[in-house]
């Protein structure tokens, strides 16, 4: 399943398929971009970073695709689990300082 | 063995008090950073600290006020605290500030503070 992460938009995936969560940064001039996952009650957590001279970058279950030309950042999950359900937020290193904006997220909800 | 701590983890408090969020990590790092979520679960930063010295003050009011007394600790004192400042406050640390375009270092999050302000 897809979504395009706007007003927190629910994705509800089975367990066991793909999931692809969607993002649109607005500034063309940030060069780092990175996904955090926030479980109920937690902090936000580090999963996969991209600099913006990558379009790809994969690491365990998870992928990440940047589109400078359109400003969209996706998360692929493979094989989306009970664990992977939380908040997804994209964010952007929007100047000097690691100054992070993070996107509205998107809440992932697997279905067993 | 908690990398990046707060206390408290709920703050109930009235209008018009003052009120502190304390935060400790153990990591090492040089740069610590506060952020504010809301209700909404928009996360949006306000202050960022680097060996004790400001160097990310975000549009927030005067009432916020973050004290670094060493580089392990950042702590954030609020005056007069208002209906609107209830929100969970998370604390993070980095190893250190970028140091060129398109470096970074990752941020290491606390559990959050969950503020209500009544």
């Known amino acids: 399943g897809e979504s395009v992460g706007l007003h927190l938009p629910t994705l509800s995936v089975q367990e066991g398929d793909n999931s692809i969560i969607n993002c649109a940064y607005s500034?063309?001039?940030?060069?780092?971009f990175i996904w955090y996952k926030q479980e109920s009650g937690k902090g936000p957590q580090f999963i996969i970073d991209?600099?913006?001279?990558?379009d790809k970058r994969q690491g365990q279950r998870v992928t990440v695709l940047l589109n400078k030309t359109v400003k969209h950042l996706s998360l692929q999950i493979a094989a989306t689990q009970p664990g992977d359900s939380a908040v997804y937020f994209c964010?952007?290193?929007?100047?000097?300082?690691?100054?992070?904006?993070f996107g509205t997220g998107t809440q992932l909800k697997v279905e067993l | 063995d908690t990398a990046v701590s707060q206390t408290p983890k709920y703050l109930v408090t009235q209008m018009g008090n003052d009120k502190s969020i304390k935060c400790e990590q153990n990591l090492g790092h040089d740069t610590m950073y506060w952020y504010k979520q809301d209700s909404k679960k928009f996360l949006k930063i306000m202050f960022s600290?680097?060996?004790?010295?400001?160097?990310i003050n975000e549009t927030v009011p005067n009432r916020f006020s973050p004290k670094s007394p060493d580089k392990a600790h950042l702590n954030l004192h609020i005056n007069s605290l208002e209906l609107g400042d209830s929100a969970v406050y998370f604390c993070?640390?980095?190893?250190?500030?970028?140091?060129?375009?398109?470096?970074?270092?990752?941020?290491?999050f606390g559990p959050g503070t969950r503020l209500t302000v009544l």
């Open positions: 964010a952007e290193n929007t100047g000097g300082g690691n100054k992070l904006t």
């Open positions: 993070a640390s980095s190893p250190g500030l970028s140091e060129a375009r398109g470096a970074y270092n990752e941020q290491f």
């Open positions: 500034n063309s001039a940030s060069d780092y």
């Open positions: 600290y680097n060996n004790k010295e400001l160097i």
């Open positions: 991209i600099r913006s001279n990558m």
